[in-house]
């Protein structure tokens, strides 16, 4: 027999829209009837310049910024794709969580484009595009772990199936990739802070400051974060003036004890979780969003995997941050399981993927 291609006629070709943030990104992906994905098109568009001055991004300016360019990105990825909006399957988009500004821009697009192609309309949820986003690029399927640290969330998952997670942890206070960023700024780092911190940090001592591990050794399953941020903060303002390599330094200080708190959380979640996964040779780790590029963090987790018996996953660096690509694999998802949303699904600015997940104490308004 034949293996089905992603031509087959039971093929789907879904355009993803992404708007929930900083980037502005359309892809096309197709999904073949194994259940196979193929980015045939993935054209991300990044606002940094315009925020750069702010030091953050500002919501209206970003919505501004997604309302001028995602139509001629969307046309880009359809060209590029060498497809036309009459061959497309599903039109997926995500419509939250993130700045409402931007979610209504794109929810409006992909809606639209919906009703002219008379096509289903998927409103996705932009955490779970990250969550599936390694059934596209390596075939993992669920059930597996999974670690999501992203901008705005950090949290550890029982991914069940597609539209099945338990939330194991989140974050009291801040998110990781919030606190590379606000480190970043206070040492003067360029914007996007993350990756910044550990070019900066490749060129530093990690045991020169001593930070703290927030969590370490607790047997709540939570993260944290703020407490460290302080902590920089407060080495920097005794080592001031900053040279480069007292920056260098903090950065791998900061980089070092964010790694050893991570790690211990997965670790927890590793030997609590393990009876979700009876047979012992298929206990899938996955780690995705935007922190997943950094390479420190990857490399500890891969160890952590190793030590507990767990296969580590994890997108292909140019698919950690926000991108089309994981919002059409969502939508494709979704199609194949009939789950396509009606043209007046809101825009979601706050959407947990696990609502049934009880408030960690000291949780903000994020977690
Ligand atoms: O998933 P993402 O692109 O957007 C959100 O959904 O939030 O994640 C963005 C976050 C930012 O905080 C950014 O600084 C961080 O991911 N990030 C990194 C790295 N690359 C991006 N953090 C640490 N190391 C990196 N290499
Ligand atoms: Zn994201």
Redesign the pocket.
Known sequence: MSEPSDTAPSAALVLGIET??D?TAAAIVSRNAAGEGRILSNIVLSQFDKHAIYGGVVPEIAARAHAESLDLLVKTALDKAGVTLGDLTGIAVATGPGLIGGLVVGATTGKALALATGRPFVAIN?LEA?ALTVGLTDQVRPPYLMLLV???HTQLLLVEGVGQYRRLATTIDDAL??A??KTAKLLGLPM????A??KAAANGNGTRFDLPRPMKGRSDPHFSFAGLKTAVRHAAMQSAPLSEQDIADLCASFQAAVCESVADRVRLAMRTGASHFPDAGQRPFVVA???A??KALRATLVDVARAHDFSFHAPPFEL???NGAMIAWAGAERLARDLADPLDAPARPRWPLDAEAPKAIGAGVKA
């Open positions: 929930s943030c980037e932009h990250h992203s901008g705005g990739g919030e590379f960023d996007p802070g993350g990756p911190v550990e969003g935007g922190v590029a950094n950690c941050g926000d």
